[in-house]
Nanobody, 125 residues
């Protein structure tokens, strides 16, 4: 599985942005997907995840502002970022893991074997 993230950029506080992560390979529907982010000088942290059947989870700091979704036909997962804040500035990475449909959500980056290259989101105040 190869992942290609895109959509980052420089925006102002309060703006919106949509990140995309396109996957290659025939097994996208079998993948649970997630977004992580890494701010300068900090560790990589969980942002959002979506299961094979479309259930979603978010870290508290982005609830009601970010939305994760997937399009299995396009083999793409999205992260809609709204009401952006300077603290959201980070490199955003998409990640994937092949799993059974009833698997619990994974919040640890070590649980994801497949990673995109990251896309930088910079939010100015």
């Amino acid at each position: 599985v190869q992942l290609q993230a895109s959509g980052g950029g420089l925006v102002q506080a309060g703006d919106s942005l949509r990140l995309s992560c396109a996957a290659s390979g025939p097994t996208f529907a079998r993948l649970a997907m997630a977004w992580f982010r890494q701010a300068p000088g900090k560790e990589r942290f969980f942002v959002a995840a979506i299961s094979r059947n479309g259930a979603t989870k978010y870290t508290d700091s982005v609830k009601d502002r970010f939305t994760i979704s997937r399009d299995n036909d396009k083999k793409t997962v999205y992260l809609q970022l709204s009401s952006l804040k300077p603290d959201d500035t980070a490199v955003y990475y998409c990640a994937a893991v092949s799993t059974i449909i009833t698997a619990p959500f994974r919040y640890n980056s070590d649980d994801y074997p497949y990673w995109g290259q990251g896309t930088l989101v910079t939010v100015s105040s």
